[in-house]
């Protein structure tokens, strides 16, 4: 299979998530990914998507969210880059914590790395990319966090 690359840029508007999501989805489903896995990947990249429009852009329509969705032999691979300050994946809260339990946000990144392959931060001067990787086949793939400055 020939890689295929599909992107979309979108303004930092809360409405344009299900519009990801359908098309996170709508490829996921070409590739032939499990309904779990499925699901999984639209659970996860709608988080990123949400976390680039309210964290990184702070919803200012002025700034946009570049999607970029690469299909390869092995994974479907999906990249996020907003226009934010960036954040320390370092200096997140453990969501499982006892003082953090019944704290009604913070529990995103930790459910995106639970549900992905491999996910990867990246920090730009323009922004934050945050880059996810389901693997095709799952054997002998193994989950890791990659920080990259």
């Given at each position: ?6 992107e ?6 809360p ?10 989805e709508?490829?996921a489903?070409k590739l032939?990914?499990s309904?779990?896995d499925?699901?999984s990947l ?6 990123v ?5 309210y964290?990184?852009?702070k919803?200012?329509?002025?700034k946009k969210?570049?999607?970029r969705f ?10 996020v880059?907003?226009?934010g ?15 953090n339990?019944?704290k009604g ?11 992905i392959d ?5 920090f730009?001067p323009s922004g934050?990319e945050?880059i996810?990787?389901k693997y095709r ?8 966090l990659a920080?990259e400055g």
């Amino acid at each position: 299979m020939k890689e295929k690359i599909v992107e979309m840029d979108i303004p930092s508007d809360p409405a344009q998530i299900q519009r990801v999501e359908k098309q996170t989805e709508k490829l996921a489903r070409k590739l032939g990914f499990s309904a779990d896995d499925l699901d999984s990947l639209a659970i996860a990249v709608t988080e990123v998507v949400a976390n680039a429009i309210y964290h990184g852009n702070k919803c200012d329509p002025q700034k946009k969210v570049k999607i970029r969705f690469t299909i390869t032999t092995a994974a479907f691979v999906v990249s996020v880059m907003d226009q934010g300050r960036g954040f320390c994946p370092d200096e997140l809260g453990n969501p499982v914590a006892p003082e953090n339990l019944l704290k009604g946000s913070g529990r995103g990144i930790f459910i995106v790395q639970a549900l992905i392959d491999r996910v990867t931060f990246k920090f730009h001067p323009s922004g934050t990319e945050v880059i996810l990787i389901k693997y095709r086949r799952r054997e002998g793939k193994p989950k890791t966090l990659a920080n990259e400055g």
